[in-house]
T-cell receptor, first 113, second 111 residues
Framework: GAGVSQTPSNKVTEKGKYVELRCDPI?????LYWYRQSLGQGPEFLIY????????DSGLPNDRFFAVRPEGSVSTLKIQRTERGDSAVYLC???????????FGQGTRLTVV | RKEVEQDPGPFNVPEGATVAFNCTYS??????FFWYRQDCRKEPKLLMS???SGNEDGRFTAQLNRASQYISLLIRDSKLSDSATYLC????????????FGQGTTLQVKP
């Protein structure tokens, strides 16, 4: 597929558990973004990678959230000790560079029970 | 003040109407601007980029006013299929690639 791929599409987890969300960007795109979106709100910025490095992680809400992109392609968003307030749709997007437009995956709907 | 502000609506218009949305931003150093469209329970999709000179794509016209720090989206001859949330998006400044989203404006086109 040519688009951004996110897995899983849905994840239900118990409070306190650890989760990993995966994003496979469009081939050749150097920039990768993570956002989360709650109902009725616009996407909230979490972190942005340029290549392998996190160019801006100012949106990560606390140290339970961490993201990596070790080879400059696939990225994983990791959430430790999940809380009910972490429930949201987590969106990944990639871009051929900045300041260019970004293309989104279909998101991972995370539900913490 | 939020970096990007939009009237959430909803805007309810009849088919065939012309409707316009504005979006204001606070950072005068913002470099690039976009309008995205998001359907219910779907991911945002790029509708159009916004250029300083203004640009048009069929029934859609986008404009940028740097002096007043706002961008606009005009939709002519509204279709039922235009019903969606329209998100205003911009790059924060020249030294960051961060894309910042507005809350979105909901449009409902009625028959």
């Amino acid at each position: 597929g040519a688009g951004v791929s996110q897995t899983p599409s849905n994840k239900v987890t118990e409070k306190g558990k650890y989760v990993e969300l995966r994003c496979d960007p469009i081939s050749g795109h150097t920039a990768l973004y993570w956002y989360r979106q709650s109902l009725g709100q616009g996407p909230e910025f979490l972190i942005y990678f340029q290549g392998t490095g996190a160019a801006d992680d100012s949106g990560l809400p606390n140290d339970r959230f961490f993201a990596v992109r070790p080879e400059g392609s696939v990225s994983t968003l990791k959430i430790q000790r999940t809380e009910r307030g972490d429930s949201a749709v987590y969106l990944c997007a990639s871009s051929p560079g900045t300041p260019r437009e970004a293309f989104f995956g279909q998101g991972t709907r995370l539900t913490v029970v | 003040r939020k970096e990007v502000e939009q009237d959430p609506g909803p805007f309810n218009v009849p088919e065939g109407a012309t409707v316009a949305f504005n979006c204001t931003y606070s950072n005068s150093a913002s470099q690039s601007f976009f309008w995205y469209r998001q359907d219910c329970r779907k991911e945002p999709k790029l509708l159009m980029s916004v250029y300083s000179s203004g640009n048009e794509d069929g029934r859609f016209t986008a404009q940028l006013n740097r002096a007043s720090q706002y961008i606009s989206l005009l939709i002519r001859d509204s279709k039922l299929s235009d019903s969606a949330t329209y998100l205003c998006v911009l790059h924060g400044s020249s030294n960051t690639g961060k894309l910042i989203f507005g809350q979105g404006t909901t449009l409902q086109v009625k028959p």
